[in-house]
């Protein structure tokens, strides 16, 4: 399966969003930047596979929400070693981060909101799995519950500007405005 993984900071920092497959060419990206952190979405394997062995090359800290632990456990052993929360604030370089929990497609999903990016007018989402192009992510694998995502992408993604970009965990970027309609 491909996933986006992104990589965003500056030419000093960055934090990497998701750590699914190969880490050498995450550290291509990297660039010789200092990892200050490891953000996961969610605890999905396809999401969080190769963390730890990132973790490992660059010494950052892994941080998933503490409801996706479950999830988490059925990859790894050991947990993250640290933990993310609704509302919490992720500064770096000129850019804040903005956790927002949005359980649905696992308990512990969350999403990061960038009000101010260089380039968007509008800011960016990285949603992970909670929302794609043409609407919300699965809810048929194990600790998903479909109206509870329906729920967080009204509640939480659907008050951030229509023209702010989500970027996915799989597949092109859209806007909330775009998705709107898909609910």
């Not at 491909?2 to 750590?19: F, L, R």
């Not at 969610?42 to 973790?55: C, F, K, Q, S």
């Not at 956790?99 to 800011?123: D, K, N, R």
Request: one cysteine or more; aromatic letters at 4%; proline letters at 7%.
């Amino acid at each position: 399966m491909e996933n986006n993984i992104w990589v965003v900071g500056d030419d000093a920092e960055c934090v990497v969003i998701d750590a699914p497959h190969d880490v050498d060419e995450i550290l291509q990206v990297v660039d010789g930047r200092r990892v200050i952190a490891i953000l996961c979405t969610h605890g999905h394997d396809d999401h969080v596979r190769m963390a730890p062995e990132l973790a490992r090359a660059t010494g950052a800290r892994i941080l998933l929400h503490p409801d996706d632990l479950p999830v988490w456990k059925l990859t790894h052993r050991n947990p993250p070693t640290g933990t993310l929360r609704d509302h919490q604030l992720i500064p770096l370089a000129d850019i804040d981060l903005r956790v927002i929990h949005t359980p649905g497609h696992t308990p512990g999903s969350v999403c990061f909101y960038a009000e101010e990016f260089p380039g968007y007018e509008a800011g960016v989402v990285f949603t992970g799995d909670t929302l794609f192009e043409g609407g919300p992510g699965a809810t048929g694998r194990s600790f998903s519950d479909h109206d509870q995502i329906l729920d967080s992408i009204r509640t939480q993604l659907m008050t951030l500007p229509d023209e702010t970009v989500v970027k996915t965990g799989h597949g092109p970027d859209s806007t909330i405005g775009a998705e709107r309609a898909n609910l």
